[in-house]
C-alpha cells in the first residue's frame, strides 16, 4: 500500500479514476495538493531516513502528519515514535496543531485520542505512538517502534544523541523508517543528514501559499526580505559557516545597516579583472565602498554595492565599473594590476569611466591580503549597506577546507575596503549620495 501514498496523482486525470481510486482520494485528499516536497521522490526506494528541509509554513507539520496517518491506516504501522523539542511542542504542534495528527479531518474510524498521562497517541486500530522530548534521550533507550517522526530536529537540544538514540529502537517491521521535519540551521546533526544519512526534500515557504494567509508572504517580504534569517527561515535555505571561512554570516549579519550615512569622506570601486573573458573565465570583481564618521563607530567602511559579473568582454565589464562609479559617485577606481597592468585603465577608460584610476599590484596571496580585513569586520568596522547575497555567500566559503574557484568578489572587497580603511593615503574628501 506504500506505492499509493508514492504515486503522483496530480498527474492522473480525474475522469481516469476507477471508483476505488477516487474513494481512497476522499480519505486521502492530501495526496492530490501535496506539494513536491512534502513527499519523497517516487524513485528513491530503500531510504531509511528522510529529511524534509522547509521554511516556516513550507508544510512540513502536515507532511509529518499525513505520513503516520497513511503508515497506521493503510500499511498495518502499530509501534511510532514522535519526538519533537519539548513535550509541549509534540502535543501544540505535531498532535493537536492545526495540521497535527488529531486535526486531518479523519472519521471516527481512524480519529486518534492522546492520552497525555502515558504519552501516548492511540488509534482505534491497536496502533499506538509514544511521544518523547529530546530533552530526554534516556527515554528513547528500550521502546522499539517501527516508524518514527521527528519535528524541528534543528532545535533539538543535544540533537545528535537523541537521534542516534532512536535509531537504534528503529528495529521493527520489514523496513524501519523516519521523517524529519525542520526549519534548517547548520547544526551537526541536520548537516549529517544532509551529507548522505537521509534523503533530502526541500521547500520554501512560498511552496505552500495556497494553505498560509493572504498577506504573509508579502509582509514577510516586506520586513526580512533578502536578509538572512529570510534565507533561513522563509526560503528554507541551510546556511552553513564552513569551519576555517574567514568571515561568518552572523559577523555580516551583526553590521548589517539599511541605508548609507548621507555624507562620506570618500568613495571608491575596487575592481579585480579577469585574466580572460568567456563563459569559462573568472569573474570581474567589482565592489563599491565609501569610509565615513559613524556615530558609535568612529571612523566605518561601508559596503555599497557588488556589480561582479562572469563572462563579459573587458568593454562590457569596463562599462559595469563605470556605471557603478556614477551610481555612488566614487572618486576613483582601485584596480588589481597582476592581470594585465595598464590594460586595465585603458579598457576602464575606453568603457566611459571618468575618474583616476589607481593601480595595485598584489605582493601577497590573497589569504594573507584578506586577513586584516576581517579582522576589520569582527571589529564592527565594515558594514554592508542592505543585502549583498553573493558576495556574502562567497565571503563565508572564503579560507574554509575544500573552497574552490576564484574569489573575485572577495578580492574586490578587500583592495575596497584596504584602500579606505588600512592604506592610510588616501586624502579625505566628503562625499555625498
Same mark, same amino acid.
Given at each position: 500500500?506504500?506505492? $499509493? ?10 475522469? =481516469? ?15 492530490? #495538493? ?38 497506521? #491506516? ?11 523539542? #519539548? ?34 497517541? +492511540?488509534?482505534? =486500530? ?5 511521544? !518523547? ?11 522499539? !517502534? ?61 511552496? =505552500? ?45 551583526? =553590521? ?22 568567456? /563563459? ?81 599590484? /598584489? ?49 574586490? $572587497? ?17 562625499? +555625498?549620495?
Amino acid at each position: 500500500m506504500w506505492r $499509493l501514498w508514492f504515486q503522483d496523482w496530480k498527474r492522473v486525470p480525474w475522469q =481516469n479514476l476507477t471508483r476505488e481510486q477516487a474513494a481512497f482520494l476522499a480519505h486521502y485528499p492530501f495526496l492530490l #495538493t501535496a506539494h513536491s516536497a512534502q513527499r519523497p521522490d517516487l524513485r528513491l526506494t530503500g531510504w531509511r531516513n528522510w529529511l524534509f528541509l522547509g521554511g516556516r509554513g513550507a508544510g512540513k507539520t502536515r507532511a509529518g502528519a499525513e505520513w503516520i496517518r497513511y503508515a497506521v #491506516t493503510q500499511c498495518g504501522v502499530k509501534r511510532i515514535a514522535l519526538v519533537a523539542p #519539548t513535550l509541549h511542542d509534540a502535543r501544540t504542534v505535531m498532535i493537536e496543531g492545526e495540521s497535527g495528527l488529531c486535526n486531518l479531518g479523519q472519521t471516527s474510524e481512524f480519529q486518534p485520542v492522546y492520552h497525555s498521562s502515558k504519552r501516548e497517541l +492511540e488509534w482505534p =486500530n491497536g496502533a499506538v505512538a509514544h511521544v !518523547f522530548s529530546a530533552e530526554e534521550p534516556d527515554r528513547l533507550r528500550g521502546p522499539q !517502534f517501527e516508524l518514527a517522526w521527528c519535528d524541528e530536529i534543528a532545535a533539538w537540544k543535544d540533537g545528535e544523541t537523541v537521534w542516534d538514540t532512536l535509531q537504534m529502537g528503529l528495529r521493527l517491521g520489514a523496513h524501519p523508517q523516519c521523517v524529519a521535519t525542520t526549519t534548517p540551521r547548520p547544526v551537526p546533526l541536520v548537516n549529517r543528514l544532509v551529507k548522505g544519512e537521509a534523503i533530502v526534500t526541500r521547500a520554501g515557504t512560498a511552496a =505552500n501559499e495556497a494553505n498560509l494567509a493572504d498577506s504573509f508572504l508579502a509582509e514577510m517580504q516586506r520586513t526580512y526580505g533578502g536578509t538572512v534569517l529570510a534565507r533561513q527561515e522563509l526560503d528554507g535555505e541551510l546556511l552553513e559557516d564552513p569551519e576555517h571561512a574567514m568571515w561568518t554570516r552572523g559577523i555580516i549579519e551583526s =553590521n548589517r545597516v539599511v541605508r548609507p550615512p548621507e555624507r562620506f569622506e570618500d568613495v571608491i570601486v575596487a575592481v579585480d579583472p579577469p585574466a580572460t573573458s568567456g /563563459a569559462d573565465a573568472d569573474a570581474c570583481g567589482i565592489i563599491a565602498a565609501g569610509v565615513a564618521e559613524a556615530n558609535g563607530f568612529g571612523r566605518r567602511c561601508f559596503i555599497l554595492g557588488d556589480a561582479s559579473v562572469r563572462g563579459l568582454r573587458p568593454l562590457d565589464w569596463g562599462a559595469r565599473v563605470a556605471a557603478l562609479v556614477r551610481s555612488v559617485g566614487a572618486r576613483a577606481v582601485v584596480a588589481e594590476s597582476n592581470q594585465g597592468g595598464e590594460m586595465v585603465r585603458a579598457v576602464l577608460e575606453s568603457a566611459g569611466c571618468d575618474v583616476p584610476v589607481e593601480l595595485r599590484h /598584489a605582493r601577497f596571496g590573497k589569504a594573507q591580503r584578506a586577513a586584516p580585513v576581517a579582522a576589520l569586520y569582527q571589529r564592527g568596522d565594515v558594514a554592508h549597506v542592505g543585502v549583498l547575497k553573493t558576495l556574502e555567500d562567497e565571503m563565508c566559503r572564503f579560507g574554509a577546507a575544500g573552497f574552490v574557484g576564484s574569489p573575485d568578489r572577495v578580492d574586490a $572587497l578587500v583592495w575596497a575596503v584596504t584602500a579606505l580603511m588600512i592604506d592610510g593615503q588616501r586624502q579625505p574628501r566628503v562625499r +555625498e549620495l
